[in-house]
C-alpha cells in the first residue's frame, strides 16, 4: 500500500504542542521517516551559544534542534493506494 500525506516544512521555532511532525530516523539509512507527534517544547540557551528547542513525543522520546531548523509537518493523508 503506498500512501501520500500533506507535509509542510516549517522552523522549528513555529512548532505547537499537538502537532504531528515527520522526523528522520537516524537509525536507518537517512530516507525514512518516524511520525512524532509533539507533547511539549522547551526553549534553551546557553551564554553564547544558539537557542536550543527540545521537542518531547506522547511517548517520551526527545529530539533537540537549534531555532531556525526546518522540520516536517505532517498535514494529513492526501492519498491512499493498493499497490
Do not use: N, W
Not at 522547551?42 to 551564554?47: F, H, Y
Request: aromatic content about 8%.
Amino acid at each position: 500500500m503506498s500512501t501520500k500525506y500533506y507535509l509542510q516544512k516549517v522552523p522549528v521555532e513555529s512548532v505547537e504542542p499537538g502537532y504531528s511532525l515527520a522526523i528522520r530516523d537516524a537509525g536507518r539509512d537517512g530516507a525514512r521517516f518516524r511520525l512524532f507527534q509533539v507533547e511539549c517544547i522547551q526553549l534553551s540557551q546557553r551564554s553564547g551559544k544558539p537557542v536550543m528547542i527540545a521537542l518531547t513525543s506522547e511517548t517520551g522520546a526527545v529530539v533537540e534542534y537549534e531555532a531556525g531548523t526546518p522540520v516536517v509537518r505532517l498535514f494529513g493523508v492526501c492519498e491512499a493506494t493498493a499497490s
